[in-house]
């Protein structure tokens, strides 16, 4: 089954606010926001409005997005803020928006999977094994690369590949040649015999005497 993962880097926390998208979807093409970047955004993506100013316009680029994303699964982490930006650039372009049913959010499979732990993408990065190396600021192209990884961990990645080799394991037959050895008889001496018999005087009705009668 086709699975789009994506990530948008916006300008701020509200898209009533007029807040644009700066990058956009897994085919990764930068937006002009038609606004200012904040310097609390530009410290998270590091995207200035200066490099942003001769980059398409959302509007320019939304048949491309719809027809690259037709009605396949979106999985994003905290989907439903990518969701909300989109949905509203969606609207103001005169498309329909895109409904809840089609997105996928891994941070809300992250809390039923870690409860009471941090779920941020680098925490899971780090908690499932997941190199975020290269991840300085946050690029949506990056972004979605590392959560395409950690997406499969989620969904038990990792695991299914320990049970194909567990199967492997158990499939294969090794044979073991060992020598046949006889066992060698080992009779008690006398003593032994005397030491073992003087232990049994001690015990109330000891097992090895029942069946002498």
Not at 44 to 67: Q, S
Not at 157 to 181: D, F, K, N, W, Y
């Amino acid at each position: 089954m086709r699975e789009i993962v994506f990530d948008t880097e916006t300008t701020g926390f509200d898209p009533n606010e007029g807040h644009g998208l700066s990058t956009g979807e897994t085919f990764h093409v930068y937006i002009n926001p038609e606004r200012d970047v904040p310097e609390e955004a530009v410290r998270v993506h590091g995207l200035r409005r200066e490099f942003l100013a001769d980059k398409p316009l959302f509007a320019d680029v939304v048949d491309r997005f719809l027809d690259f994303v037709g009605d396949t699964p979106l999985v994003a982490h905290n989907a439903s803020f990518d969701r909300t930006f989109i949905n509203a650039e969606l609207a103001k372009a005169g498309r329909p928006t895109l409904p809840s049913r089609q997105f996928v959010d891994t941070l809300e499979m992250a809390k039923r999977k870690f409860p009471g732990q941090r779920n941020s993408l680098d925490a899971l990065c780090e908690r499932l094994g997941v190199s975020n190396a290269r991840r300085d600021l946050h690029g949506a192209l990056l972004d979605a690369e590392i959560l395409a990884e950690v997406y499969l961990e989620l969904q038990g990645g990792r695991q299914r590949g320990l049970e194909l080799v567990s199967e492997a394991t158990r499939a294969a037959t090794i044979e073991v040649h060992r020598p046949h050895r006889a066992a060698r008889p080992h009779a008690p001496s006398d003593e032994e015999a005397a030491a073992h018999a003087a232990f049994l005087d001690l015990l109330t009705d000891p097992i090895w005497r029942r069946d002498a009668g």
